[in-house]
């Protein structure tokens, strides 16, 4: 997943991708966590829209997500990882708005001890901080 995500980080170049081609991008992460976390498509398709139903397979879905997208450490969002993510391949126009949801986020996984609830809850209230910046395949 390293190289992967190398791979991208080359592509995106210094003024990051756009909205379509960093979705399309998440979309082959999709396709790696939905069998991992026994999902369906109708249960996740419309996470990027904010709905966010309350089902622990899904919540480790976003997770696996975010886990192979490497802005987990030690079983938490990292603001650094995560922002540095988000410069690497957010459009311009979106990546002020981005992390400054980010920095209103990320705390919100603390009261989880559960890794998949915690993430999820973040991931969740970037949504409801800014739904137009938000990205997920």
Not at 3 to 19: D, E, K, P, V
Not at 103 to 113: F, G, L, P, R, S
Not at 115 to 132: H, S
Request: glycine content about 4%.
């Amino acid at each position: 997943m390293y190289r992967f995500i190398l791979l991208i980080s080359l592509l995106a170049c210094a003024h990051g991708m756009t909205r379509a081609q960093v979705k399309k991008t998440m979309g082959l992460l999709k396709n790696q966590c939905m069998p991992k976390n026994s999902v369906t498509e109708d249960q996740v398709a419309k996470i990027g829209e904010g709905f966010f139903p309350d089902d622990k397979n899904v919540m480790c879905y976003v997770t696996c997500i975010y886990k192979n997208m490497q802005v987990i450490k030690n079983d938490r969002l990292d603001e650094a990882l995560v922002t540095k993510q988000v410069d690497i391949l957010y459009p311009p126009d979106l990546k002020v708005a981005t992390k400054n949801a980010v920095v209103i986020c990320i705390h919100h996984q603390d009261k989880y001890n559960d890794v998949c609830e915690g993430v999820y809850a973040a991931v969740k209230c970037l949504y409801e901080t800014d739904p137009p910046s938000f990205i997920f395949p």
